[in-house]
């Protein structure tokens, strides 16, 4: 059997993976409920693995929340780090193959270049560390796995950047967003299809990988195409870091360096703004 299950299957990334699988032909491709697949019960995700028997695991569970995970420290370890560690353990059991979803903010930000997959990893918020101690326990575990690094992730599901912005833009008439962030947005579906053509390559090239969108943005660029392209008229202000407060500190810079995973999987990336009209066109429909 080549089944997939995919954890975390109701969060932005896992909808978007069954949205693909069921445009592309997917099968055999599995998404448990969370109360039947708690990545923090290793009784429950014991039965799930011995029920599908997968080939491939794909973690989509995370504690996201950047603010609020200074405060809460314990449950975003439990959630990032832990959680982590339970499936690479059941992977490293049941000979699958584990594709674990990481993030930018495992990097300081303070470098003027696309960041490389081997570049320091020094975050500098919980939400990040959490992230990072996640991956040391899939490396530290496995052989078989993928990580993969992603950015600014948004999507038709759940709650994100876009959404919110489409929110603000129909209740305002200015809004203030931060300049002097840069990175790349990620539209959620060229992910999951991403994740997916991993998969189908069948590919023993293991390791950490990075995946974004192509481009640069600054948090200002992203909200100003936003609303350009959904039509929305609201006046936009550009501030810098300091003049909005935030509990966690963000990296000033986190654009990453794509060419490993393009050229390994031979993909293409769609540039962010072209993907963002896909979004936003769905969105109105």
């Not at 109701?10 to 032909?25: D, F, I, T, Y």
């Not at 299809?193 to 189908?200: E, F, H, N, S, Y």
């Not at 660029?221 to 501030?239: C, G, N």
């Not at 654009?255 to 993909?267: E, R």
Request: glycine residues 6%; aromatic residues 10%; charged residues 25%.
């Amino acid at each position: 059997m080549n089944n997939i299950v995919v954890f975390g299957a109701s969060g932005q990334l896992g909808q978007c993976l069954k949205s693909v699988a069921g445009v592309n032909g997917t099968t055999a491709i599995y998404f448990p409920a969370e109360n039947e697949a708690d990545i923090l019960d290793m009784a429950a995700l014991g039965k799930v693995f011995e029920r599908y028997k997968p080939s491939w695991c794909i973690n989509c569970a995370a504690y996201t929340a950047v603010d609020k995970a200074e405060d809460d420290i314990n449950l975003a370890r439990k959630i990032n780090k832990t959680g982590a560690e339970n499936l690479s353990r059941l992977c490293l059991e049941y000979n699958t193959v584990l594709i674990h979803t990481s993030t930018d903010f495992v990097f300081k930000g303070d470098k003027p270049t696309p960041l490389m997959e081997n570049d320091p990893a020094e975050p500098e918020n919980v939400y990040g560390l959490t992230k990072l101690e996640g991956e040391l326990e899939v490396t530290n575990l496995l052989e078989k796995y993928f990580i993969l690094r992603t950015s600014w992730l948004y999507s038709e599901y759940g709650n994100n950047f876009v959404k919110t912005m489409l929110r603000l833009g129909a209740e305002k008439d200015e809004l203030k967003v931060i300049a002097d962030q840069t990175g790349t947005p990620t539209y959620a579906m060229d992910l999951a299809a991403c994740v997916l053509d991993i998969i189908t390559a069948n590919s023993k090239a293991y390791g950490t990988y990075h995946y974004s969108n192509e481009g640069v943005a600054s948090w200002y660029d992203f909200a100003k195409a936003i609303f350009d392209i959904s039509e929305t008229k609201i006046k936009v202000l550009p501030i810098r870091t300091s003049e909005y407060s935030s509990r966690a500190v963000r990296p000033s810079y986190s654009v990453m360096d794509k060419t490993k995973i393009k050229q390994t999987f031979n993909i293409e990336i769609p540039y962010w703004r072209d993907s963002l009209i896909t979004c936003i066109n769905k969105l109105k429909s």
